[in-house]
Nanobody, 116 residues
């Protein structure tokens, strides 16, 4: 079955870095657009990074541009989110998302907390 499993979250002080990882299975990973979203308590789920199937193009909203970098390894069915210069407002649960022609899937998320 389709499965997305996130890892790499944790507690980090302001200015710190984390690298999230998402392991995918059950679909043709190399043909899927992969994204990271985040959701804070009481807030909507927002897109923070997107990468096309071959990795040739990415998108970031203004709030994270220059600090976050999405990448993918199609040989190992993984997508990553490198987060640098983290801020308290980056605190949220981060979710991996896959989209392909016939559907999409979500992981269970990994918690990121930025606090001193």
């Amino acid at each position: 079955q389709v499965q997305l499993v996130e890892s790499g979250g944790g507690l980090v002080p302001p200015g710190g870095s984390l690298r999230l990882s998402c392991a995918a299975s059950g679909f043709t990973f190399s043909m899927a657009v992969m994204s990271w979203f985040r959701q804070a308590p009481g807030q909507e789920r927002d897109l923070v990074a997107r990468i096309v199937s071959d990795g040739s193009d990415t998108y970031y909203p203004t709030s994270v541009k220059g600090r976050f970098t999405i990448s993918r390894d199609n040989g190992n069915n993984r997508v990553y989110l490198q987060m640098n210069n983290l801020k308290p407002e980056d605190t949220a649960r981060y979710f991996c998302n896959a989209q392909w022609i016939r559907g999409d899937a979500w992981g269970q998320g990994t918690q990121v907390t930025v606090s001193s």
